[in-house]
C-alpha cells in the first residue's frame, strides 16, 4: 500500500523538496531574537565586571603608595597629588578606562582615613571605591551596575 502523507505534505512544501518554510525560519528568528534580547544586558555587565578589574588594581597600588607615604611622613599627601606618591599616575594612562582620585578623611598621626576613587570614564554611574577608615579597617564598594549594593 502506498503511503498518501507524503502527497499531503507535497501540497503545503511544494513537491517533495527539502528545506525549511518562510514561516519555520521566522520562528527561528524571533527566538534568536528573545534570547539576545534577555541575554545582552547580562553580557554587558559581566564585560563591564571584568573591565572594573583594571580599577580594582590600580586602587590597590594607590592604596600601598598612599600607605607608604604615610608610615614615611606621618601624614598623607595632598587630595589627588599622584606626584608625591612613588607610583606613576594612574590617569596618564594610555586608554584607560577609569579616572582615579584620592582623598584624604582625617588623617592623623596615629591613625589614616582616606578614599581612593575609580570612576568609569563616560559613565559616571560606574565607580569602585575604597574607603579606609582606621590603620586596619577599609572597604572596598562598587557602584550597583558592577554588582555592588543597591541603597
Given at each position: 500500500?502506498?503511503?498518501?502523507?507524503?502527497?499531503?505534505?507535497?501540497?503545503?512544501?511544494?513537491?517533495?523538496?527539502?528545506?525549511?518554510?518562510?514561516?519555520?525560519?521566522?520562528?527561528?528568528?524571533?527566538?534568536?531574537?528573545?534570547?539576545?534580547?534577555?541575554?545582552l544586558p547580562q553580557y554587558t555587565q559581566t564585560i563591564e565586571k571584568a573591565r572594573s578589574g583594571e580599577a580594582i588594581?590600580?586602587?590597590g597600588a594607590i592604596r600601598v603608595a598612599l600607605d607608604r607615604y604615610w608610615y614615611q611622613n606621618g601624614a598623607l599627601p595632598s587630595d589627588n597629588n599622584f606626584a608625591t606618591l612613588d607610583i606613576d599616575n594612574p590617569n596618564n594612562i594610555t586608554n584607560k578606562l577609569y579616572l582615579y582620585s584620592f582623598?584624604?578623611?582625617?588623617?592623623?598621626?596615629?591613625?589614616?582615613?582616606?578614599n581612593v576613587?575609580?570612576?568609569?570614564?563616560?559613565?559616571?554611574?560606574t565607580w569602585v571605591k575604597w574607603n579606609q577608615t582606621d590603620n586596619i579597617t577599609g572597604?572596598?564598594?562598587?557602584?550597583?551596575?558592577?554588582?555592588g549594593p543597591t541603597s
Open positions: 500500500m502506498i503511503n498518501n502523507n507524503h502527497k499531503f505534505l507535497s501540497q503545503f512544501r511544494g513537491g517533495y523538496s527539502s528545506g525549511f518554510t518562510l514561516l519555520e525560519l521566522l520562528i527561528v528568528v524571533i527566538i534568536i531574537g528573545i534570547l539576545a534580547t534577555i541575554a588594581i590600580n586602587i582623598k584624604d578623611n582625617g588623617t592623623i598621626s596615629t591613625k589614616r582615613k582616606y576613587t575609580a570612576i568609569r570614564l563616560g559613565n559616571p554611574d572597604k572596598l564598594t562598587r557602584s550597583e551596575n558592577l554588582g
